[in-house]
């Protein structure tokens, strides 16, 4: 009988050796107290550690995101667009009568008039920003309207053609495409309208989004800036459905939404949303919640990444605010019951981590069980003994 009241001694007193022991990650005292840790070894030696309630959830709803509309505005492009470099023009000529320079003469038959219009063959735009019109020179094109273009080769022609009217017309408007590629049916130069065009029109130009909309990312880069959201927030935001410009490059990016699950959970791996997004209740459901025999449900932890003007919001006095982007763990006590509601609340974002702790009687278990292993051999061959005897 005195063999039990030992192992229990022997199990406590080592136990409070847990670094020695064999575990999935730190205990719930290791995570608070990593966080008031003072090392020289960079930011990320660091994290702030915040206790997840109301006030909390409610802060992470304003977390600034991407947004075309304040990256880019929302301004309607020129109503008449201006002829470019590499656009490809053709000009048609008509003269009053027959027998000018452009129109044909008159043929045999006398109710059939001469060809009165000449066209001629598209050109592009080169790079001195002319065309070649006969009789007329280079006409400088590029920078301007097609019916001032139209009204200057007229003025030019005049005196040398019958009464010349001119029409120019843009075949092909390279200058005013917008590049589209990544996950889309057919990516390509796109012209865009003289309506203008918007970002979900321009892809629905190319074909249609290939991958699933829940998992693609739009990326707009318009000069030196660029931005990313989600698609499923232009589609649910009109007003992030912004006018494209000239010029710009659309790419849409497939990157499936995951969060990572390890410690004390059923489930140890990359779980993927399987929608446009999740609460973190929804999380720990999908992770297959905590593991009964083991977790520790007031060391329920929750590591990401956060921008430093949300951080400045939940801890004005940290010194990590320096960098853009701060470490962060998120941590929640499942013992109490109000936390179910904020668990419901609390969204969880792409490449999150949670971690649940072991509970503290887990390693007196594992101290048990190694001591049975030793102990177990022995108490068989005392038995044995005796037995004999």
Not at 254 to 270: H, I, K, S, V
């Amino acid at each position: 009988m005195r063999a039990l009241p030992i192992a229990l001694c022997t199990a406590l007193a080592v136990s409070g050796c847990s670094n020695f022991l064999p575990s999935a990650g730190p205990t719930t005292r290791a995570v608070a107290e990593g966080a008031d840790i003072q090392t020289d070894q960079g930011l990320l030696a660091r994290y702030e550690i915040i206790d997840v309630d109301p006030t909390v959830v409610e802060a992470l709803r304003g977390r600034p995101l991407d947004s075309l509309l304040a990256s880019f505005g929302d301004r309607r492009p020129s109503v008449e667009p201006l002829i470019g470099i590499g656009d490809t023009v053709s000009v048609t000529i008509w003269e009053a009568s027959s027998g000018g320079l452009f129109s044909g003469a008159l043929t045999t038959d006398r109710f059939t008039a001469g060809s009165k219009q000449a066209l001629i063959p598209p050109q592009v735009v080169a790079r001195d920003g002319t065309i070649m019109v006969p009789y007329a020179g280079r006409v400088r094109v590029a920078g301007r309207r097609a019916i001032d273009v139209q009204t200057q080769i007229e003025a030019e022609l005049a005196g040398k053609a019958i009464e010349p009217q001119v029409i120019v017309n843009v075949v092909l408007p390279t200058s005013t495409a917008v590049t589209v590629t990544g996950e889309v049916t057919a990516g390509a130069r796109i012209p865009l309208s003289t309506k203008g065009d918007r970002l979900l029109d321009v892809i629905a130009s190319a074909g249609g989004v290939r991958a699933p909309v829940s998992e693609t990312f739009v990326r707009l880069s318009r000069g030196p800036t660029t931005a990313t959201v989600p698609l499923t927030a232009v589609v649910s935001n009109p007003r992030e459905n912004i006018y494209l410009r000239p010029g710009d490059t659309l790419t849409l990016v497939r990157d499936p939404q995951t969060f990572m699950a390890t410690g004390a959970t059923a489930a140890n791996y990359e779980i993927p949303f399987t929608g446009e997004g999740i609460t973190l209740a929804q999380a720990i459901a999908k992770a297959g919640g905590l593991a009964d025999f083991q977790a520790d449900p007031a060391g329920v932890f929750l590591f990401r990444f956060e921008p430093s003007s949300l951080v400045r919001r939940l801890r004005p006095g940290s010194p990590l605010l320096a960098a853009p982007q701060v470490p962060v763990v998120y941590r929640l006590n499942l013992r109490d019951p109000n936390s179910l509601f904020v668990t419901q609340a609390f969204r969880m974002r792409n490449r999150d981590v949670i971690y649940v702790s072991n509970a503290p009687f887990t390693d007196v278990q594992k101290v048990l069980s190694a001591f049975s292993t030793v102990t177990g051999p022995l108490s068989a061959g005392a038995s044995i003994y005796g037995a004999v005897r």
